[in-house]
């Protein structure tokens, strides 16, 4: 029986507003929870958790619309993630799918999450993704202000690969974006279209 998470103490989605995935993917955190990584179709939660406080504020650069305007992109080569720790939601996940084998990830990990748990949420999440997707190859783009974003992303095993020189304006300033990714371990076998089906490649440029 799937439960409703909480957030700031309160019940926030009800049980059919959660989709979880066959398999999921769990990883300790600090409390010896487990860190559990579903997919969901819950666009309003998305839409929640994505303008709540501490997150709009860092992940949006000069072009965004209104926090009161702004409505989630949906597509089926876009996966949303909840990542929870027992019943309490502490963020989520986007998934933007490039080709069949390569997907860009943006975190949203609410300010209650802290560190420590965010660290065991990208662990799971990286997981997750080698597990229920076709995708091979992990990336995402840090601006060099945000740090924390980048000690996440190489927490969670991302090593960096290139930089992309002004190509983030935030305050009416440029800033150059670092790339990370990680790729699938060698001993998990391809996945291939034919023999694993998913919504998303029909709509992926390969």
Same mark, same amino acid.
């Given at each position: 029986?799937?439960?409703?998470?909480?957030?700031?103490?309160?019940?926030?989605?009800?049980?059919?507003?959660?989709?979880?995935?066959?398999l999921s993917? =769990?990883?300790?955190?600090?409390?010896?929870?487990?860190?559990?990584?579903?997919?969901? @179709? +819950?666009?309003?939660?998305? #839409?929640? &958790?994505?303008?709540?406080?501490?997150?709009?504020?860092?992940?949006?650069?000069?072009?965004?619309?209104?926090?009161?305007?702004?409505?989630?992109?949906?597509?089926?080569?876009?996966?949303?993630?909840?990542?929870?720790?027992?019943?309490?939601?502490?963020?989520?996940?986007?998934?933007?799918?490039?080709?069949?084998?390569?997907?860009?990830?943006?975190?949203?990990?609410?300010?209650?999450?802290?560190? =420590?748990?965010?660290r065991a949420?990208?662990?799971?999440?990286?997981?997750?993704?080698? @597990? +229920?997707?076709?995708?091979? #190859?992990? &990336?995402?783009?840090?601006?060099?202000?945000?740090?924390?974003?980048?000690?996440?992303?190489?927490?969670?095993?991302?090593?960096?690969?290139?930089?992309?020189?002004?190509?983030?304006?935030?305050?009416?300033?440029?800033?150059?974006?670092?790339?990370?990714?990680?790729?699938?371990?060698?001993?998990?076998?391809?996945?291939?279209?034919?023999?694993?089906?998913?919504?998303?490649?029909?709509?992926?440029?390969?």
């Amino acid at each position: 029986k799937r439960r409703a998470f909480c957030w700031n103490g309160r019940p926030f989605a009800n049980q059919e507003d959660v989709v979880h995935a066959k398999l999921s993917s =769990r990883a300790r955190s600090p409390r010896g929870h487990v860190i559990n990584i579903a997919r969901t @179709t +819950n666009m309003e939660l998305a #839409r929640r &958790v994505i303008t709540s406080d501490g997150i709009w504020e860092r992940v949006t650069d000069d072009f965004a619309p209104p926090r009161d305007e702004f409505q989630v992109t949906e597509h089926p080569a876009i996966l949303y993630c909840t990542a929870a720790d027992g019943d309490e939601l502490v963020g989520m996940f986007c998934l933007v799918f490039q080709n069949g084998v390569m997907a860009e990830v943006h975190t949203y990990l609410l300010s209650s999450c802290g560190f =420590r748990r965010g660290r065991a949420a990208a662990r799971a999440l990286v997981s997750w993704v080698w @597990t +229920n997707t076709t995708c091979r #190859r992990l &990336v995402t783009c840090v601006p060099d202000f945000n740090r924390a974003a980048r000690m996440l992303a190489r927490a969670a095993g991302m090593d960096v690969f290139g930089i992309n020189p002004d190509s983030y304006q935030k305050d009416g300033v440029l800033y150059s974006q670092t790339m990370l990714g990680i790729s699938c371990p060698a001993f998990m076998p391809l996945r291939h279209a034919k023999s694993f089906h998913c919504e998303y490649l029909k709509s992926v440029k390969c």
